[in-house]
């Protein structure tokens, strides 16, 4: 199984984070979403969420929890089969 990952803050000068994500997954829908930003607003992490990140990690966070995310998002890789919309 090929994976690809991205991590990425959603404060790129210039650029609209949400609008990159919305292309990211519009082109490779396999792709791994962690967000990593200071944005902690509620409203933030579902605009992310929307958006297709596979996961939202406010910034500061402990590396322990950014491990175990990974770690959650990799099990969720070689697990998943199908897709599921509930």
Do not use: C
């Not at 404060?11 to 609209?16: E, K, L």
């Not at 949400?18 to 082109?27: D, F, N």
């Not at 910034?59 to 990974?70: G, H, S, T, V």
């Amino acid at each position: 199984m090929n994976m690809i990952w991205s991590f990425f803050d959603l404060n790129i000068p210039g650029i609209d984070g949400i609008e990159v994500l919305k292309t990211l997954r519009h082109t490779k829908k396999e792709l791994k979403v962690l967000i990593l930003s200071a944005r902690n607003e509620v409203e933030d992490k579902v605009s992310g969420l929307d958006a297709g990140a596979n996961d939202y990690l406010s910034k500061p966070f402990d590396f322990n929890e950014l491990a175990a995310r990974i770690r959650n998002l990799l099990r969720w890789s070689f697990t998943q089969t199908e897709s599921v919309i509930v």
